[in-house]
């Protein structure tokens, strides 16, 4: 089936720059390696897209119209079709301290945010910056090996793929839709609930929608907070000191050595009594020596 615009896709790529021959750009997990530009946080995987949406350059999305799903092809933009010639007009020069405020270390070839705009420092000295508002591949040319991977039809799949679009730090799975001829609602997963810059993220989700599916009238998002379960506490069970056992001594041993300790106590006590014998003899013979001297 032959790709139209405003079809939702998901494709795969690997960007290169012509001039210089580098890879800068890639969906590919193994390719991003290789070229050292892997991100740690960046998420590999065929990239979702609705084509005509500016999503890619305008020059790589007009050269899909008409191919098939499934694919390969290599496509070589202008900078005119990429991302546009280097204008002078959109170099600045702004003071060090500037930075210093914000809080950022200017540092040259970064890319920055500043004045809420993406830039690259091009040059650091005598307490200015050199600031290129010029995009990074500007006046480059480019080439795309792209294939589209899958031309999506499921409307709940579209819906998801948007929404993962807008907020890609919860894996799309996690959403779920409870969707009927004219509304949608969203459930938002508890990961999602404090996300910087949450709202401004269902507000690109509901533009998306009401442009693409115009029989929605409806659309909300609904969070669920639940309650913890408490966990149950943990009763332990107190032995009575008499009743333990030293561990690994059997029933019979443990018997012999309470009959052993038991004869033992009962010698220890008769000895106590033969003891005391003398001092009663001792005072017999005292007595009778008494009753002598009576005589």
């Known amino acids: 089936m032959a790709i139209k615009p405003g079809d939702f896709l998901l494709v795969n790529f690997t960007l290169k720059v012509k001039e210089s021959g580098e890879t800068v750009d890639t969906t590919y997990d193994a390719v991003a390696k290789d070229a050292h530009i892997h991100g740690q946080d960046s998420a590999y995987g065929p990239r979702f897209i609705i084509l005509g949406e500016g999503w890619l350059p305008k020059g790589l999305e007009d050269s899909l119209v008409g191919i098939d799903a499934g694919k390969a092809t290599t496509v070589e933009l202008t900078p005119e079709k990429g991302f546009g010639n280097r204008d002078p007009a959109k170099m600045r020069l702004v003071p060090l301290r500037r930075f210093r405020d914000k809080g950022i270390d200017p540092v040259p070839g970064a890319q920055v945010e500043f004045d809420g705009r993406p830039a690259v420092v091009r ?34 799949e579209k819906i998801l ?3 993962s ?44 929608i ?4 115009p029989e929605l009238d409806t659309i909300s998002f609904r969070e669920i907070f639940k309650r ?68």
């Open 161 to 163: 793929n948007i929404i």
């Open 123 to 156: 040059a650091v000295g005598a307490g200015r910056v050199q600031v290129d508002y010029n995009h990074p591949l500007a006046g480059r040319t480019l080439v795309y090996d792209v294939s589209v991977e899958k031309v999506l039809e499921d409307e709940n």
């Open 210 to 213: 009401q442009k693409h599916f």
């Open 228 to 295: 913890t379960a408490p966990k149950p506490e943990t009763v332990e069970e107190t032995i009575p000191a008499e009743s333990q056992k030293p561990a690994g001594v059997s029933e019979s041993k443990q018997a012999l050595v309470e009959s052993e300790e038991s004869g033992s106590k009962t010698s220890r006590k008769k000895k106590t009594q033969s003891a005391k014998k003398p001092a009663t003899s001792g005072a017999r013979k005292r007595a009778m020596m008494g009753s002598e001297s009576q005589r």
């Open 165 to 208: 679009k807008r907020i890609p730090e919860v894996d799309k799975s996690k959403f779920h839709l409870d969707r009927s001829s004219s509304e949608v609602i969203i459930d938002v997963p508890e990961e999602a609930f404090y996300l910087s810059g949450l709202q401004v993220a269902k507000k690109a989700v509901i533009s998306d």
